[in-house]
C-alpha cells in the first residue's frame, strides 16, 4: 500500500512569506502529526490531529499552524516566515492516536529553505 | 531541556564489528522507547522499540538494552553492515496519547 506522501519536497520562500505544506497519511490512518527536525535539535514535535481535531501541540509559536480533512489528509501553515524556520518538515501517520507501542510511519519530508 | 539526549553525534564501526548506540533520558515517566533509523532524503523508519518492563528486547541483528536506574538505553547492531550506515534516532514516550520525544540523532557510518 502507498506510504505518507508529503508535498511539495522541496521549497524555497523568502522571509515574511507564508508557506503551507501537505501530508497523504497512509490509507485508513487517522492520525498525523507533524515534526521540524534541524541540524541542532533534531526531530521536534509540531502537532497531532486525529479526527479532524487537534489534539497535542508542541511548544512553537502561533505563526505554525494545521488542520486536517475529513479525508485524514492534513496541512500545515506556517506564516511570517523566519530564517530559523529553515528545516525538514516531516509528516508521520498512526493507524490510531500515537501511543506507546504504536509506530509511526514518516513520510519523506519537505525541505523549506527560507532566505 | 533536552528531555532525550544522544550526546555522540557520529559513530564510525567497521563491518563485521559491533555498533552500540547510545541514548540518555531524564523524564522518569517515559515507559516506551523507540529507535529509528534514517536514511538522506527519506523519512525515518521504525526499527525496534522496548517497554520499561522489559530490559531487552532483540529483533535479528539488532537488540535494544534498558537500563532504567541509570536512564539509559543502548541499541546493538551486531554483526555491522554498510547498509546500516545512517541517522538514528532514540524516542521516547509517556504513557497515554502523546507524542514521541526525539533525540538528536547518531550518524552511524559503517565502513566495509
Known amino acids: 500500500k502507498a506510504g505518507v506522501t508529503q508535498t511539495p519536497r522541496y521549497l524555497i520562500k523568502t522571509r515574511g512569506q507564508q508557506v503551507t505544506l501537505s501530508c497523504s497519511p497512509i490509507?485508513?490512518?487517522?492520525?498525523v502529526s507533524w515534526y521540524q527536525q534541524t541540524p541542532g535539535q533534531g526531530l521536534q514535535f509540531l502537532f497531532e490531529?486525529?479526527?479532524?481535531?487537534?489534539?497535542n501541540k508542541g511548544n512553537f509559536p502561533g505563526r505554525f499552524s494545521g488542520r486536517q480533512f475529513s479525508n485524514s489528509r492534513s496541512e500545515m501553515n506556517v506564516s511570517t516566515l523566519e530564517l530559523g524556520d529553515s528545516a525538514l518538515y516531516l509528516c508521520?501517520?498512526?493507524?490510531?492516536?500515537?501511543?506507546?507501542?504504536?509506530?509511526?510511519?514518516f513520510g519523506q519530508g519537505t525541505r523549506l529553505t527560507v532566505v | 531541556d533536552q528531555q532525550v539526549k544522544q550526546n555522540s553525534p557520529s559513530l564510525s564501526v567497521q563491518e563485521g564489528r559491533i555498533s552500540i548506540l547510545n541514548c540518555d533520558y531524564t523524564?522518569?515517566?517515559?515507559?516506551?522507547f523507540l529507535w529509528y533509523k534514517k536514511y538522506p532524503a527519506e523519512g525515518p523508519t521504525f526499527l525496534i522499540s522496548?517497554?520499561?518492563?522489559?530490559d531487552k528486547n532483540e529483533d535479528g541483528r539488532f537488540t535494544v538494552f534498558l537500563n532504567k536506574s541509570a536512564k539509559h538505553l543502548s541499541l546493538h547492531i551486531v554483526p555491522s553492515q554498510p547498509g546500516d550506515s545512517a541517522v538514528y534516532f532514540c524516542?521516547?514516550?509517556?504513557?497515554?496519547?502523546?507524542?514521541?520525544?526525539f533525540g538528536k540523532g547518531t550518524r552511524l557510518s559503517v565502513i566495509a
Open positions: 508521520a501517520s498512526s493507524l490510531v492516536r500515537q501511543a506507546r507501542g504504536t509506530e509511526a510511519f
Open positions: 490509507s485508513g490512518h487517522r492520525s
Open positions: 490531529y486525529f479526527s479532524e481535531t487537534q489534539r
Open positions: 523524564n522518569s515517566m517515559f515507559d516506551y
Open positions: 522496548i517497554s520499561s518492563i522489559k
Open positions: 524516542a521516547a514516550t509517556v504513557p497515554g496519547n502523546t507524542p514521541l520525544v
